[in-house]
Nanobody
Framework: QVQLVESGGGLVQPGGSLRLSCAAS????????IGWFRQAPGKEREGVSC????????YYIDSVKGRFTISVDNGKNTVYLQMNSLKPQDPAEYSC???????????????WGQGTQVTVSS
């Protein structure tokens, strides 16, 4: 049974850092691309970052490039999202999800975690 469990969210001041974890079970990370998404109140869910299953290529939306880093620990079957220089526009519920094909459109992702809340406030 595929399961994803996120953790690491919390309250941080602007300019601060958080590291989110996405612990996977029921599969190994080379079977799926893993994406991180976020959804703020009143807004649509958006893809933030993704790591490919084929060659480990990573992708980011423009607003987080240079600040966020996605990484994989195969030994722990966990994907991380290191978030630095957090800004007031970053708060949202962050979720990870699996894509059996590639780092592709949101509707291709099939299994989702429950999410972890990120709040940026002084």
């Amino acid at each position: 049974q595929v399961q994803l469990v996120e953790s690491g969210g919390g309250l941080v001041q602007p300019g601060g850092s958080l590291r989110l974890s996405c612990a996977a079970s029921g599969f190994t990370l080379d079977e799926y691309a893993i994406g991180w998404f976020r959804q703020a109140p009143g807004k649509e869910r958006e893809g933030v970052s993704c790591v490919s299953k084929s060659d480990g290529s990573t992708y980011y939306i423009d607003s987080v490039k240079g600040r966020f880093t996605i990484s994989v620990d195969n030994g722990k079957n966990t994907v991380y999202l290191q978030m630095n220089s957090l800004k007031p526009q970053d708060p949202a519920e962050y979720s990870c999800a699996t894509n059996p094909f590639r780092c592709g459109p949101r509707d291709e992702y099939d299994y989702w975690g429950q999410g972890t809340q990120v709040t940026v406030s002084s």
